[in-house]
């Protein structure tokens, strides 16, 4: 063999290495490519998804969130209208106290306590209630002035026993019927 062939053939096979080398490249390199594109589209994938769910979670918290303000202001709403409910009936038994029916009621409100307590106890009220109570109640007034809306508190001598007939105290204890009536 003669050298030139013998160079000849060795570029040759280099040649050819070189080509099934760069073909092995350009294979491997295109396997890296469909493997970066495959990877890129499951993150893209899991991304998406993962805003959607966030999305999701946020717009369930925002539309909770404006549920409970609404009730929170229906309920505040609510309440406000009770109390000018209440208030407007705080004003009608004032009104009634200046009526020429609440010395039969306070007459029967001493009745009530003479009953419930026995002969012997004290009445005690307003200062502009005196001298109705003085008459329904005789001895037993108490001219010591409370500071109620109107009817009486009664206790007996020793003070053991109360009955609270205030009109203050009838409107707290009827408070939720009241409130219920308004609703």
Known sequence: MTLERLVEEI???????????????????????????R????????????TDQEI?????????????????????????????????TRRLLAEFTASPRYAATLARMVEEARRVLGPE??????????????????????????PILGGLIARTVDGRREL????DELLRLRE???RARLA
């Not at 570029?11 to 469909?34: D, F, G, L, P």
């Not at 539309?63 to 709403?77: G, K, P």
């Not at 307003?126 to 001895?139: V, W």
């Open 11 to 37: 570029r040759a096979r280099a040649e050819s290495e070189i080509a099934a080398v760069q073909k092995a490249a350009e294979a491997e390199a295109q396997a890296i490519e469909a493997e970066r594109a």
């Open 39 to 50: 990877r890129l589209d499951a993150l893209r994938r899991e991304l998406r998804q993962a």
């Open 56 to 88: 999701a979670r946020e717009r369930t918290q925002r539309i909770s969130a404006a549920r409970l303000e609404a009730r929170q202001r229906l309920d505040a709403a609510r309440e406000a209208r009770l109390e000018r409910g209440i208030a407007e």
């Open 121 to 146: 106890f004290k009445v005690e009220g307003r200062r502009e209630d005196a001298s109705l109570l003085r008459e329904a109640a005789g001895a037993a007034f108490d001219p010591t002035p409370r």
């Open 164 to 167: 609270n007939l205030s009109l």
């Open 176 to 178: 939720d019927r009241v």
